[in-house]
Nanobody, 124 residues
Framework: QVQLLESGGGLVQAGDSLRVACAAS????????MGWFRQAPGKEREFVAA????????NYADSVKGRITISRDNAKNTVYLQMNNLKPEDTAVYYC?????????????????WGQGTQVTVSS
């Protein structure tokens, strides 16, 4: 089992950059595929990015490619989401999640563990 805690959200202006982090408890972090999702008010939870156990493979939603980078530091039990050139439509609660396989990376129900989320608000 793993517990996840996001941090780093906040209020920024359009065009700014922001890095959010997700710290995991336990000594098995490196055995989990990690994903980031976001949910805006009134909308369904949306896949943003995912990263494999070692970080050698990453996947991104088409809507964020070129602006967002996912990375992980297994020594620190942490996964990061670097967001550049933020837009108002990026406003959402950002969640990290963990799963065991590389299958169905964009499907929320495939992830076994979730953090509580961190709010990112981008003003125009």
């Amino acid at each position: 089992q793993v517990q996840l805690l996001e941090s780093g959200g906040g209020l920024v202006q359009a065009g700014d950059s922001l890095r959010v982090a997700c710290a995991a408890s336990g000594r098995t972090f490196s055995t989990y595929v990690m994903g980031w999702f976001r949910q805006a008010p009134g909308k369904e939870r949306e896949f943003v990015a995912a990263i494999s156990w070692s970080g050698s493979r990453v996947n991104y939603a088409d809507s964020v490619k070129g602006r967002i980078t996912i990375s992980r530091d297994n020594a620190k039990n942490t996964v990061y989401l670097q967001m550049n050139n933020l837009k108002p439509e990026d406003t959402a609660v950002y969640y990290c999640a963990a799963k065991s396989t590389l299958l169905e990376l964009s499907i929320p129900r495939e992830y076994a563990y979730w953090g509580q989320g961190t709010q990112v608000t981008v003003s125009s």
